[in-house]
Structure formats: structure tokens, C-alpha cells
């Protein structure tokens, strides 16, 4: 299937992919600024995982040539207040540290200014050249970055939502590093010296698969020649990477409870499946939960009023389906039930196929805005690079228009209550209900 190059930018040269690095540089004329994405992707440990997130917030902080982020801040904000940033995003069993920085075209800074060289410069100085010395991270920015990592795995319970989504994740996933939160454990953290961080990094730029994608308002060359050349400079060993890493089966749902001071108790439900195109998948995450008047939403909130809220999500690497909903405890195994009701009502077909074109029109709509945001349409080129899916979400889109309530009925079927997870009030805690 070929690019519809009206619906999604240009290419501006040939992608180029070698050395384990890909680098897919598009074109918009639309936007007045350059955005380039760098994803570096791991392999996870208990002992890397929180190094990798530390490594996001330190290699961001400061550089050989700005030692400190004052002076990092400084010389991007000299730079027509240019940015650089860099969060851990996980992708199966695997991660991916993505370094994001966006500047002022060239075009439009005073005085011929090349920003363009100048920001290359830096973000490949922060990456190759960082605030260390004698094979180790450097005071303070070392010891800061530390603390705010700790103090994020310290805080993580605060989000209760976020928290009984990885207690489910830790249950559905035990064994794998899929259970592994995003910012580690503390236990692990603690140990983390600046000789070890600056190792693993040194191994990252080694062994990692990097996936590169620049959005540019015009053809830049010279974005590419000094990305892979910086890249290509260092010695590469390059790892294979396969991003499905599909949960197994059990022949019984396993149930987990935890009690929490919280004035909302949380219940996830993960459900497994086998295999389903993604258009149809897509279809059918719209139709339960992910529209505005969803199977879950009118339902189990609206008519049965089992919820404060309930909301749906997808591991296409992992095969599964995750509804979590806000409760009141005592209808933990009344919203369980309503759930698989709504479920097997896609299973006979027997919801209207309004919601179906709605699903879809909500998709295109997505589809049509990631146009407008050159963050986006990074991300969504490197999304299609993962799952190695050519399709555009705007084929996909049309892909999903041609779904058929057939089609999502034996899809449904294969879902498989795999993990029950219920985050609950400690007695006399639960009181007033709360957004999530």
C-alpha cells in the first residue's frame, strides 16, 4: 500500500536504515519549527529499568558543555526558547528512553541565525558527550536527578488509578518484564551509582536499536548527515528487537486485592486475547469503551450507575484489554459481571451499528489531528515502525471502515478474563467519590 502523501508529510530523503539506527525525516510546509525524536530501545531488567528512567532526566539536566541545568536552560532559551526533553516509554516486555527537541526553523530567526546547526550541536553533545568525566556522571546533577527519581517512585501510590493499574500489571504480567514499573523499584534505585548509570548508557548507545524521526517544514540534510554520522561514529552492536510479547494463557482468572487509604476504590480488569487485526480491534476498543456513548459508559455508569468512571486501553504487544473502573467496593463483583455482559453482547452482534460509524469517525477525527502537531506525527511514525505496520492512521481509519459487526463478534470472543485486580478503601476510608 503507498503513502497517500496528501493525508501525511513528505518524505524529505530516502529512510535510512543501517547499523541498527533508522532515521525517516517528513516534511510539512505547514510548520514554522523542526521537531527531532530519538528512541533508544532496551531491553528491561529490576536492576536497569530504573536507571533508564533516571537516564531520561539526567542526560536532559546537563551536558560536558553545560554542566548544570541552569546553563543547559539558558543556552536553550537563548536559542529562541528551544526545548529538550526526554520520558521512558514502554513497549511490551521492552522500553524506549526518547529524547524529543524542538527549535525555531531557520527561516524565521533574526539576522540569519543557523538554530538548525546550533541545536544539533547541543542535543548531540548531551547524548555523546555528557556531564561526566573518568567513566562516571558527575555531582550535582548526578545526586539531584537521583532524588527526583526516587521521589517519583515515593509518590506513585499518590495517582491511585496509575498505582492499581500496575499492581494489575504486576499480576498480569508477573515473570516478565512487562511487571516492571516504569520508574523501577526503590530497592534497585538506591543503588544506582554514577559509574553504573554512566555504563548502562554507554551500553545503551552500543547495543540499542535507535529509531530516529525529524518533522521539518523543508527538506534538511543536514539533520540526517549529523545524527548518523554522530550515531555511526560510535562502535555499534546493534540488538534484535521484536516488540510482541503476547501475555499466556491461564485456565483461571487470578484475583488480587489490595487495601489502600483512598476515598474511591479501583477495579481492573485484564482481559487476554489471541490474535485480531488492528482495525478490528480498534473498532471493537471503540465500541466498548472507548467512544462517548460506549457499551462500558452507558451501562455500567449511566444506567446501572456501578461507577464514578470507566475507561478502556490496549497492549497490542501484549495481547490484552484492560477496563478499570472507579467503585464503591461492595460493587466489585456487580461492575465484574456488568462487564462481561457488556462483552458478550458484542459476542451476538447485538449492539447498533451507529456505534460502530461512531467508533471509526472518532478514530478519523484522531487520525486527522495528528496532522497538525509535528509531536504527534513523530510519535505516530515511530508507533507504525514498532508495530511494523506501514499503514498511516488514515489508512487504518479506512481499514476500520470496512469492519463488520461479524468481523468484531468472533473477535470478542476470544477475550479471556485473564487478572482481577481490586485496589480497596481500607474500612471507613471510602466516603466521597473522586475523578480517578
Known amino acids: 500500500m503507498t503513502m497517500n502523501k496528501t493525508a501525511y508529510p513528505v518524505p524529505d530523503c530516502p529512510e535510512y536504515t543501517g547499523n541498527g539506527i533508522r532515521y525517516t525525516g517528513l516534511c510539512s510546509p505547514k510548520f514554522r519549527s523542526c521537531l527531532l525524536t530519538l528512541?533508544?530501545?532496551?531491553?528491561?531488567?529490576?536492576?536497569?529499568?530504573?536507571?533508564?528512567?533516571?537516564?531520561?532526566?539526567?542526560?536532559?539536566?546537563?551536558?560536558?558543555a553545560y554542566p548544570d541545568h541552569a546553563a543547559l536552560s539558558l543556552r536553550l532559551e537563548s536559542l529562541y526558547a528551544a526545548d529538550l526533553s526526554a520520558k521512558l516509554t514502554l513497549c511490551g516486555d521492552d522500553a524506549a528512553l526518547v529524547f524529543t527537541a524542538s527549535w525555531l526553523d531557520d527561516r524565521y530567526a533574526l539576522?540569519?541565525?543557523?538554530?538548525?546547526?546550533?541545536?544539533?550541536?547541543?542535543?548531540?553533545?548531551?547524548?555523546?558527550?555528557?556531564?561526566?568525566?573518568?567513566?562516571?556522571?558527575?555531582?550535582?546533577?548526578?545526586?539531584?536527578?537521583?532524588?527526583?527519581?526516587?521521589?517519583?517512585?515515593?509518590c506513585a501510590c499518590n495517582d491511585k488509578r496509575e498505582y492499581a493499574l500496575q499492581q494489575a500489571a504486576e499480576a498480569a504480567y508477573s515473570g516478565t518484564p512487562a511487571a516492571i514499573s516504569v520508574h523501577g523499584s526503590r530497592e534497585y534505585?538506591?543503588?544506582?551509582?554514577?559509574?553504573?548509570?554512566?555504563?548502562?548508557?554507554?551500553?545503551?548507545?552500543?547495543?540499542?536499536?535507535?529509531?530516529?524521526?525529524?518533522?521539518?517544514?523543508?527538506?534538511?540534510?543536514?539533520?540526517?548527515?549529523?545524527?548518523?554520522?554522530?550515531?555511526?561514529?560510535?562502535?555499534?552492536?546493534?540488538?534484535?528487537?521484536?516488540?510482541?510479547?503476547?501475555?499466556?494463557?491461564?485456565?483461571?482468572?487470578?484475583?488480587?486485592?489490595?487495601?489502600?487509604?483512598?476515598?474511591?476504590?479501583?477495579?481492573?480488569?485484564?482481559?487476554?486475547?489471541?490474535?485480531?487485526?488492528?482495525?478490528?480491534?480498534?473498532?471493537?476498543?471503540?465500541?466498548?469503551?472507548?467512544?462517548?456513548?460506549?457499551l462500558l459508559f452507558l451501562n455500567l455508569r449511566e444506567k446501572q450507575g456501578l461507577c464514578y468512571y470507566c475507561a478502556l486501553q490496549s497492549s497490542?504487544?501484549?495481547?490484552?484489554?484492560?477496563?478499570?473502573?472507579?467503585?464503591?467496593?461492595?460493587?466489585?463483583?456487580?461492575?465484574?459481571?456488568?462487564?462481561?455482559?457488556?462483552?458478550?453482547?458484542?459476542?451476538?452482534?447485538?449492539?447498533?451499528?451507529?456505534?460502530?460509524?461512531?467508533?471509526?469517525?472518532?478514530?478519523?477525527?484522531?487520525a486527522a489531528a495528528i496532522q497538525d502537531a509535528p509531536d504527534s506525527l513523530a510519535a505516530s511514525a515511530a508507533a507504525m515502525h514498532r508495530r511494523n505496520d506501514p499503514r498511516t492512521p488514515a489508512m487504518l481509519a479506512e481499514a476500520m471502515r470496512q469492519v463488520t459487526r461479524g468481523q468484531i463478534a468472533e473477535a470478542t470472543k476470544q477475550l479471556k478474563l485473564h487478572t482481577v485486580c481490586l485496589l480497596r478503601a481500607e474500612d471507613g476510608e471510602e466516603a466521597v467519590p473522586d475523578a480517578g
Open 111 to 154: 539576522d540569519g541565525e543557523q538554530i538548525t546547526a546550533q541545536m544539533l550541536e547541543l542535543v548531540l553533545g548531551c547524548l555523546l558527550h555528557p556531564n561526566a568525566a573518568d567513566g562516571a556522571f558527575l555531582d550535582p546533577a548526578f545526586r539531584i536527578c537521583k532524588q527526583n527519581l526516587l521521589d517519583d517512585i515515593d
Open 316 to 366: 497490542g504487544f501484549k495481547h490484552t484489554l484492560t477496563i478499570d473502573c472507579g467503585i464503591d467496593a461492595e460493587q466489585a463483583e456487580a461492575v465484574q459481571a456488568a462487564a462481561a455482559e457488556q462483552i458478550r453482547t458484542l459476542q451476538t452482534g447485538s449492539f447498533p451499528a451507529e456505534m460502530m460509524q461512531q467508533a471509526v469517525l472518532q478514530y478519523k477525527y484522531h
Open 189 to 294: 534505585a538506591e543503588r544506582i551509582t554514577p559509574e553504573q548509570a554512566y555504563q548502562v548508557w554507554q551500553e545503551i548507545l552500543r547495543t540499542s536499536f535507535a529509531d530516529i524521526v525529524c518533522v521539518m517544514p523543508e527538506p534538511k540534510p543536514e539533520i540526517r548527515d549529523a545524527v548518523l554520522n554522530a550515531l555511526n561514529s560510535i562502535r555499534r552492536e546493534p540488538e534484535v528487537f521484536s516488540f510482541a510479547a503476547p501475555v499466556q494463557p491461564r485456565t483461571e482468572p487470578v484475583c488480587k486485592t489490595a487495601f489502600m487509604p483512598l476515598e474511591q476504590s479501583k477495579l481492573v480488569l485484564v482481559y487476554r486475547y489471541d490474535d485480531i487485526p488492528r482495525e478490528v480491534l480498534a473498532v471493537l476498543c471503540g465500541v466498548l469503551g472507548g467512544i462517548s456513548e460506549s
Open 39 to 64: 528512541h533508544f530501545y532496551v531491553h528491561r531488567t529490576p536492576e536497569t529499568a530504573p536507571v533508564h528512567a533516571l537516564l531520561t532526566d539526567l542526560l536532559t539536566a546537563s551536558s560536558e
